[in-house]
Every structure is written in C-alpha cells, then in structure tokens.
C-alpha cells in the first residue's frame, strides 16, 4: 500500500507559478511511475504530466508542455510538479498518482494510488 499527500496548492494569479508536492508513505516509490492529474469541476480528470522511476518524464498533456515541469526525489520518496504561467482555466483539484506497471503514461487505468487532491485556483 501505498499513501500519497498532496501540498503546495493554493490561490494564485493568472500568470503566477506553484509548486505541487506529493510525499509518499508505506513503501517507496523509487521504482514506480508517477503522475499528475487534475480535475476541473464537472469535468473529467486528465492527465498533467508523468514520470519514469529513472526520472525520464513522459509526455506532458499538450496544453501544459513547456510550462510544467513533472520531477522526483526518490531519496525523499517525493514527486513534484512545477506550474509556470498558469491560466484561469487551470482551475482544479490536483492528484497524483502511483503507477505500479512503472510506464507513467497517460492512461489514467494504470494508476493503483491516489492521493486526495491539492486545489489550485487561478484567479483572472
């Protein structure tokens, strides 16, 4: 089993930046894929960005290449998501997720391991 914690959520502009964490526990998650997803309301969850146990980043969903940065530290057991420029329209609660398979691909059905989720809210 797996535990995930989200953190570093929060209020910030249209343009502004935020850093996501997301602290695991029970087992490590140094060779397991990792993901972000986010789920704006009455919409479904996509997927963000994902990354290898080596550290090798998966695609990022096209709409945030360049502007979001999945990374890892495994000795801290602990994934990240850098948001950069970020748009009203990115308003969501955002998970991550563990992918035991270890393809971090977008494919929301490999994810075993869910954490509760860190809302993010963009204002205009």
């Known amino acids: 089993q797996v535990q995930l914690v989200e953190s570093g959520g929060g209020l910030v502009q249209a343009g502004g930046s935020l850093r996501l964490s997301c602290a695991a526990s029970g087992r490590t998650i140094s060779t397991t894929a990792m993901g972000w997803f986010r789920q704006a309301p009455g919409k479904e969850r996509e997927f963000v960005a994902g990354i290898r146990w080596s550290g090798r980043r998966t695609s990022n969903g096209d709409s945030v290449k360049g502007r979001y940065t999945i990374s890892r530290d495994n000795a801290k057991n602990t994934v990240y998501l850098q948001m950069n420029s970020l748009k009203p329209e990115e308003t969501a609660v955002y998970y991550c997720?563990?992918?035991?398979?270890?393809?971090?691909?977008?494919?929301?059905?490999?994810?075993?391991?869910w954490g509760q989720g860190s809302q993010v809210t963009v204002s205009s």
């Open positions: 997720a563990a992918d035991p398979m270890g393809r971090g691909t977008s494919d929301i059905r490999e994810y075993n391991y």
